[in-house]
């Protein structure tokens, strides 16, 4: 497959899989109570903070907000791009316990087992130890079958989705004293064999999002949202705004 072939591809799955799916959710499950649990005091607070007041719409901005723009993207995102590898033939489903895809690494031909991860702060330090501690485990495992014979640390690695080395964190520069972790750029080379594939991708996606009709979700949302939290028993602000009087 050409490297414009292939880019073409993934626009389009990310266009069909990621965002639309994204709106789609947002529109339709986002937006109905029923899809949060709520924290009474935490929510209070919230929606002081973005109405200056504890109100339906507050509320409803304080649980809509972060749901849309943060959990529920970053969720899809990291799903959706592992089964996008296999689904495009860019790799393969590990059938290894703890790794996500496997692949023939186009710049040293060796097969690669790989753990995918989306940026270069997508860890924590206490997922450090069992991540290597997993890898290990693994790697021994597979060195009593002579399917896997000559595999090596190296051959086990962590694929970094975007960014560049010098922005990894410390945790991950951890694991890469023991096993390889690839970003951004690099990693998409190896993964595709086209140098500059990652580069030319990111821009063929910015021009994609260009395009895209988000059809006004966030308001939308937000008001189809506002309306429950207004008929809610969960909610009682007539009883707050006649405390407020009253003091």
């Not at 959710?25 to 009474?40: Q, R």
């Not at 991860?117 to 330090?125: F, M, R």
């Not at 945790?171 to 580069?199: A, C, M, Q, S």
Request: proline content about 3%.
């Amino acid at each position: 497959m050409t490297e414009k072939d292939l880019t073409t591809k993934i626009v389009s799955y990310f266009e069909t899989f990621i965002f639309k799916n994204h709106i789609e959710a947002s529109l339709k499950t986002h937006s109905k109570l029923k899809s949060y649990n709520i924290n009474p005091i935490v929510v209070k607070y919230l929606s002081k903070v973005l109405d200056n007041n504890y109100s339906p719409e507050g509320v409803a901005k304080a649980l809509f907000y972060p749901r849309v723009l943060g959990t529920s993207i970053n969720t899809s995102f990291g799903t959706r791009i592992q089964n996008m590898f296999v689904q495009l033939g860019i790799a393969n489903g590990s059938l290894i316990k703890g790794m996500d895809i496997e692949f023939i690494d186009k710049i040293d031909n060796r097969k690669k087992w790989c753990q995918l991860k989306s940026g270069p702060n997508t860890i924590n330090s206490e997922d450090v130890k069992p991540l290597i501690k997993k890898f290990s485990n693994t790697i021994n495992l597979a060195r009593t079958n002579s399917a896997f014979k000559g595999i090596s640390n190296s051959d086990f690695v962590v694929g970094v989705l975007y960014g560049e080395e010098n922005e990894l964190s410390m945790h991950y520069k951890t694991i890469d004293l023991t096993h390889p972790v690839i970003i951004g750029k690099e990693f998409w080379h190896r993964l595709t064999g086209y140098p500059d594939f990652y580069n030319g991708l990111v821009i063929e996606l910015h021009k994609s999002i260009d395009e895209i009709d988000t059809k006004d979700l966030i308001n939308k949302g937000c008001e189809e949202l506002t309306k429950e939290i207004e008929q809610s028993p969960v909610f009682n602000f007539y009883l707050e705004r006649k405390n407020l009087k009253n003091l």
